[in-house]
């Protein structure tokens, strides 16, 4: 079975600055990876993902997400966050082959955006 | 424009009253999926359905069942709702995932339950 990981809880950082959220996942082949993001009382929404091909993905908003295999990990970026990224973000992954519908979450980081 | 809708955004019901939370989705997708979020242990797999009348547990489907008649409608039963169910609820939809992976999921704006 697959599983998720995103080592921070809670990142801080000033409107302007760059942004780099860590996921790391769990799976013996090669996954489908996704990054959500979900703003106060809201549903979440899907910012980019990757099934296979370049491993650079660009997403909606400005964000993108590089897929290093040898280091299983998902990590997604910003350049230059502005205040309205302030939200929870999520990184799930599910795994490959037919039938496969399901996908796990990380338990999110929380981000707040100093004006 | 993709749309997930679900029947309530707040809910308060008492212990022990059975709980119907539903969810519609207006994008011909095969994939349903109910889904809890609590503080700290993120998403969390209540069940799924893969077609009409077909469904799957996920990872905590005690005390809680689901309805699936038509396509476009995935419910939620908490049979006799209590305090621990306190939680936000999320629908989501996605297309067969057949093909040789699970495709993205499209989410509902959540419901609010709080059971006293």
């Known amino acids: 079975a697959q599983s998720v990981t995103q080592p921070d809880i809670h990142i801080t950082v000033s409107e302007g600055a760059s942004l780099e959220l860590r996921c790391n996942y769990s799976y013996g082949a090669t996954p489908y990876l996704f990054w959500y993001v979900q703003s106060p009382g809201q549903g979440l929404q899907l910012l980019l993902k990757y099934f296979s091909g370049d491993t650079l993905v660009q997403g909606i908003k400005g964000f993108e997400a590089e897929f290093k295999r040898s280091q299983s990990s998902f990590n997604l970026r910003k350049p230059s966050v502005h205040w309205s990224d302030a939200a929870e973000y999520f990184c799930a992954v599910g795994a490959s082959g037919a039938g496969s519908y399901q996908l796990t979450f990380g338990k999110g980081t929380k981000l707040s955006v100093i004006p | 424009d993709v749309k997930v809708t679900q029947s309530s955004r707040y809910l308060v019901k008492r212990t022990g009253e059975k709980v119907f939370l539903e969810c519609v989705q207006d994008m011909d997708h095969e994939n349903m999926f109910w889904y809890r979020q609590d503080p700290g242990l993120g998403l969390r797999l209540i069940y799924f359905?893969?077609?009409?009348?077909?469904?799957e547990k996920g990872d905590i489907p005690e005390g809680y069942s689901v309805s699936r008649e038509k396509k476009e409608r995935f419910s939620l039963i908490l049979e006799s709702a209590s305090t621990n169910q306190t939680s936000m609820y999320l629908c989501a939809s996605s297309l067969s995932g057949r093909a040789g992976g699970p495709r993205e999921q499209y989410f509902g704006p959540g419901t609010r339950l709080t059971v006293t």
């Open positions: 359905s893969y077609d009409v009348k077909m469904k």
